[in-house]
């Protein structure tokens, strides 16, 4: 708690706002939830039966020797990212884990319960011998109010149609820029930004296959990152903290991993969410 404060008077100096408080807070809750080793475990339990499947393995908790200081689990066996990618795998290799971890990443987006691993590195996955994917570490895990999360998957359409009127209703409404801002310089400037970064980061919706290992994306991508680095005022709601910190992780994994993609089942289940979200 202390490192945090300190974290705080840091973060006040280097950026403005004027929630920079619910934002701070939304981190200082998390990583503090971090330190709790019984929810842990129990968000584990959660995931292993809403995620886990043939393809998913997740660990299992092992209660009888689980405490507030001790979480024990089961042991899953594999390799990281990096000792996967050293052992030369062949591009339909790839494929395979770069699929998993995509299909698996819109599941956790569309989910009824609003509920999703936000600690996303590679760290956190496991390149299994028998061709599952297994996924470790749920100590960060945010559950989103459903209004929010309603409007962030409404920006998927609203970016790929170019529907400027819609992506700007749906910046509002997720505080991403603020009405009485309209007309000014910097409204105008951060709505370009973000619509330009929002069509880079859907630019793997476009067609039904995609190649993570275009140089070309991942240029376009840090150009976007270098650009976002200029902003020091903290905008949007605050559940983006860990909603960027999940999509943006993702993405990084798979630009390293270099797979190519079918998409047609993540637009198969967003085109689901969005009319769920619709009638909600």
Not at 158 to 169: N, P, R, V, Y
Request: glycine share 6%; aromatic share 14%; net charge negative.
């Amino acid at each position: 708690k202390s490192d945090l404060a300190i974290a705080k008077t840091i973060m006040k100096r280097m950026v403005s706002g004027q929630n920079i408080d619910v934002y701070f807070n939304e981190v200082h809750d998390k990583l503090l939830e971090e330190t709790d080793y019984l929810l842990e475990g129990k968000q584990m339990e959660f995931f292993s039966g809403l995620f886990a499947d043939e393809r998913i393995v997740t660990p299992e908790l092992v209660p009888e020797l689980t405490t507030s200081r001790v979480l024990t689990m089961s042991f899953l066996e594999g390799v990281h990212l990096d000792k996967f990618l050293e052992s030369n795998p062949s591009q339909e290799e790839k494929n395979h884990f770069g699929q998993l971890m995509w299909d698996w990443y819109h599941h956790q987006i569309a989910n009824e319960q609003y509920t999703i691993h936000a600690d996303i590195h590679p760290g956190n996955f496991i390149f299994q011998p028998n061709g599952k994917l297994g996924i470790i570490d749920f100590g960060c895990v945010k559950t989103f109010p459903p209004e929010f999360l309603h409007l962030f998957i409404k920006m998927i359409p609203a970016h790929l149609s170019g529907d400027e009127q819609k992506i700007l209703e749906l910046y509002y409404g997720t505080e991403i820029l603020h009405p009485s801002e309209a007309g000014t310089e910097a409204h105008d400037v951060f709505f370009k930004f973000s619509k330009d970064f929002g069509g880079i980061i859907l630019r793997p919706y476009q067609n039904d296959s995609f190649d993570f290992g275009d140089p070309q994306f991942k240029q376009d991508l840090n150009d976007q990152f270098k650009i976002a680095s200029t902003f020091k005022e903290v905008r949007g709601s605050k559940h983006f903290v860990f909603l960027n910190k999940v999509v943006v992780g993702m993405y990084t994994l798979l630009m390293k991993l270099k797979p190519v993609l079918d998409m047609r089942y993540s637009f198969k289940v967003m085109e689901e969410a969005i009319d769920r979200y619709e009638v909600a």
